[in-house]
């Protein structure tokens, strides 16, 4: 599993992320999440760890070099149908973790 590297930004409609990864060289993204996704999702972890969790999750499914460069994270869902219950049961053990 590559490194995942997360850098947010908060403004008034949610988040933007920097995210990079490396694996045999340097990746780099750039997400966003709006505040409705993200208390869809989860409100029990920080926001940086509902992106490490999509990535994980995408990186199971494609090679790293086939991520798009740029999305919302929303959209991950119309090529993964059933990506957001991973997402959300690996949320799920993190917060309990915490």
């Known amino acids: 599993m590559p490194k995942i590297k997360i850098k ?3 403004n008034n409609l949610g988040w933007h992320f920097k995210v990079v ?6 990746f ?3 997400v ?3 505040k409705d ?3 869809r999702l989860s409100t029990r972890v920080e926001p940086d760890i509902v992106i490490e969790k999509c990535f994980e999750a995408l990186l199971s499914r494609e090679p790293l070099q086939k991520i798009l460069p740029e999305f919302d994270i929303a959209t ?3 090529y993964f149908p059933n990506i957001m219950g ?6 799920a053990l993190t917060a309990e973790e915490a």
């Open 21 to 26: 990864l490396e694996s045999e060289g340097y």
């Open 37 to 39: 996704f993200y208390s």
């Open 8 to 10: 947010s930004q908060q």
């Open 86 to 91: 991973e997402i959300q049961q690996k949320l």
């Open 32 to 34: 966003t999440m709006d």
């Open 76 to 78: 991950v869902e119309r």
């Open 28 to 30: 780099e993204f750039n």
